[in-house]
């Protein structure tokens, strides 16, 4: 049996987890009767998933059909939550608290498609309400918090906004127990931190820094560095420990791959992998993330999947 290694960081995040899991789950699926309504829903998740992440999208095409439908409904719910916050518009907090009234309840409004499939899946796949309660918390933190001093803060944040993602998942692909949540935070974790480092300056430009200022002090930076956006031996070598602890994350996290159902397992993988090629753009482009966007283009990524398909066979 898999054993995933225990990280100082862990004992802050852990037991959020297992509190959600031991929440009492509905016993049985919501009733939708309309289900070309229901079927509408879905399609709308399914064209928010393929407009906002291709990546996503592409690792999702290799579920079963059911499967697939529920990871992109919670995709567009993870979609909508990010973009109450992230709108330019006023108002943010406000909308977020309609949002988490709309998004938690099971009464439901024919005009809100992302909510319908998005509870209906939660229902059908008994997803704990508690991880959706934690994402929540975890986008709201963006309202409030535009530094992080440690690693750990920054840990705590990205559990709350992509870990509670990997878990609510796994209620979708089916996993073998508790020993797998470990891991699906980890992945969570390192998926979220790759994230930051490739949004680095695009973050820095709307007023957020999720880089651990002790750890910027350690090389010898400061905000100042960054508003001048360039690229020195100081910010490669700060960008390279970042990178390599961000690796070493996928790696910890790939073994709790084989503790999901035998259909998701490709899925994930290539979700880990194709994410984890963004650290390898990023150091080739010698740690230059102020003037160009990290990527993985469309034809890097189909060529990779034989490859993700061999190693997690």
């Known amino acids: 049996m898999a054993t995933a290694s225990q990280q100082f960081w862990e004992p802050d995040v852990l037991p959020l987890a297992y509190e959600a899991e031991h929440q009492s789950l509905p016993s049985s699926a919501l009733s939708v009767n309309d289900t ?6 879905y399609a709308y998740c399914d064209s928010i998933t393929s407009t906002n992440s291709k990546t996503f999208s592409i690792a999702t095409r290799f579920l079963p059909a059911s499967k697939r439908r529920a990871m992109r409904a919670l995709y567009a719910f993870c979609r909508m ?47 704990p309400l508690r991880y959706a309660e934690q994402l929540l918390d975890g986008v709201g933190q963006d309202l409030h918090q535009k530094r992080y001093a440690t690693f750990e803060e920054v840990v705590r944040y990205a559990y709350g906004v992509a870990s509670t993602v990997g878990l609510m998942s796994m209620h979708i692909i089916g996993f073998a127990g508790e020993q797998a949540i470990p891991y699906a935070i980890k992945l969570g974790i390192a998926l979220q931190l790759t994230n930051i480092l490739r949004d680095i300056g695009e973050d820095w430009a709307n007023g957020r820094l999720y880089l651990p200022m002790d750890e910027m002090a350690v090389f010898g930076l400061s905000e100042a560095d960054l508003e001048k956006r360039e690229v020195h031996d100081r910010w490669r070598a700060f960008l390279r420990f970042q990178i390599e ?33 963004i650290l390898c753009d ?24 034989p490859g993700i398909w061999w190693r997690n066979r």
């Open 245 to 277: 602890r961000n690796h070493r994350l996928y790696i910890e996290a790939n073994p709790g791959i084989a503790l999901l159902n035998k259909d998701g397992r490709f899925a994930v993988a290539a979700a880990s992998d194709l994410y984890r090629a």
């Open 81 to 127: 939550s990010d973009d109450m916050v992230d709108c330019s518009e006023g108002g943010a907090e406000e909308r977020l608290v309609a949002w988490r009234r709309r998004a938690l309840t099971s009464e439901l409004s024919s005009q809100d498609l992302v909510t319908i499939a998005w509870t209906d899946t939660r229902f059908r796949y008994r997803i």
């Open 36 to 41: 070309s309504l229901l079927a509408r829903a």
């Open 282 to 305: 990023i150091e080739a482009h010698d740690y230059d993330v102020f003037h160009r966007r990290a990527h993985v283009n469309a034809w890097s990524k189909v060529r990779r999947l």
